[in-house]
């Protein structure tokens, strides 16, 4: 229990971090035009959303080799995914409201880095029919340097269990049950069968070798509060919800020994993602020193997909006859490294 309590609350700890990096700059995206703010959210949170993808698809596995019947082991740790240097900034294409268009920006896990924007935005002002406001803003820096203990991504927790039922198949299923903290949640769920094919080839299931299909599907979900934001309005209704679903196919082998289990496979996964910034919001600005208002009713809505081949190799070891350590590293468009811990009972 105490390795639970401190992996969920390292983890709550980086979203804390996530969460105050998106609300210091989202508002200023929202004031230029609603295409313009769209395509801007878009290129800065492809790669959250990617990475909490990629991380749901991996470490279902620390070995081909299932349980007897009724054996059953509790996985304990994170899965630690990396970002390659192309998704830390992006180039936003199709912009109508920025005066000179900035080659690149900064992803969330860019530089830290604000950049500075102008934009033209032309609305109707009461007493003076519509006029046009220039205004500069602040374009939000990524999280580099700023996660804790130095790390440059975000870990997922993996938390997890599995069990042995009939004809050398043991389902997996991994949970973390929604969690508040500081004005943002996070839930995750996920299942997964894992089917033994020695069986299948006589006496060779008597060797240390293990062969076996793994296919899981997972959702996560993250959101934010943001009807205490002081930014456009009072409504209640307003937060951010990220939303995530991976599904991932793996052909495993391990070779199975006293003391240590090696193992590698390849395989397909593939997610689908959401980010909508839902509610009410009244964006001011200032002509001719008066202020005048622009309505936005759910100002944000995305969707992303992704996929990739993937490969992977692995070890895990016994410290005592029930406690296991693992590592595996999963090679996809966004690599991934799990590490923790596995109570097993055969």
């Known amino acids: 229990m105490k390795n639970l309590i401190l992996i969920l609350s390292s983890f709550f700890l980086f979203l804390s971090t996530v969460s105050a990096q998106i609300l210091d700059g989202f508002d200023n995206i929202l004031r230029a035009a609603p295409d313009d703010a769209n395509i801007l959210a878009e290129g800065y949170s492809e790669p959250l959303v990617k990475s909490i993808s990629y991380g749901l698809s991996s470490g279902w596995a620390t070995t081909a080799k299932t349980h007897k019947k009724f054996g ?11 970002i390659p240097s192309v ?17 690149s920006l900064p992803t969330f896990f860019g530089s830290n880095e604000e ?8 609305g109707n002002l009461p007493g003076f029919g519509q006029v046009e406001v220039n205004e ?32 050398d198949t043991d389902l997996v299923v991994r949970v973390v ?39 899981s599907i997972a959702k996560a979900n993250l959101n934010y509060d943001l009807s205490e934001s002081n930014f456009g309005g009072q409504d209640p209704g307003r937060k951010m919800e990220f ?5 991932s196919f793996q052909l495993l082998a391990s070779l199975d020994i006293p003391i240590i289990n090696l193992f590698a496979g390849i395989g397909f ?6 980010f909508d910034m839902l509610g009410s919001y009244n964006i001011d600005y200032s002509y001719a020193s008066q202020t005048f208002y622009r309505p936005l009713e759910n100002p944000i809505s995305l969707s992303f997909d992704n996929s990739s081949f993937t490969s992977v190799i692995g070890t ?20 991934v490294l799990s590490t923790g811990i596995l109570f097993n009972f055969r």
């Open 72 to 82: 059953f082991d509790i996985t304990l740790g994170f899965a630690n995914p990396s």
């Open 87 to 103: 998704d830390k900034k992006f180039n936003p294409e199709g912009l109508s409201s920025y005066i000179q268009s900035p080659n």
């Open 115 to 122: 950049q500075t924007l102008n934009y033209s935005f032309t």
């Open 136 to 167: 500069e803003v602040k374009f939000p820096g990524g999280v580099n340097d700023q996660l804790p203990f130095g790390l440059k991504t975000i870990p997922y927790p993996l938390v997890q269990a599995s069990l042995g039922l009939f004809f």
């Open 177 to 215: 049950p929604k969690t508040n903290f500081e004005g943002s949640s996070f839930d995750l769920s996920g299942i997964a069968i894992k089917h033994n094919l020695m069986q299948y080839f006589g006496p060779l299931d008597k060797l240390p070798l293990n062969v076996s299909l793994l296919f």
């Open 243 to 247: 939303e995530t679903k991976s599904l």
């Open 269 to 274: 996964s593939s997610g689908n993602s959401s």
């Open 316 to 335: 895990r070891f016994s410290i005592f006859p029930f406690l296991k350590m693992f590592a595996n590293y999963t090679v996809q468009e966004y690599n």
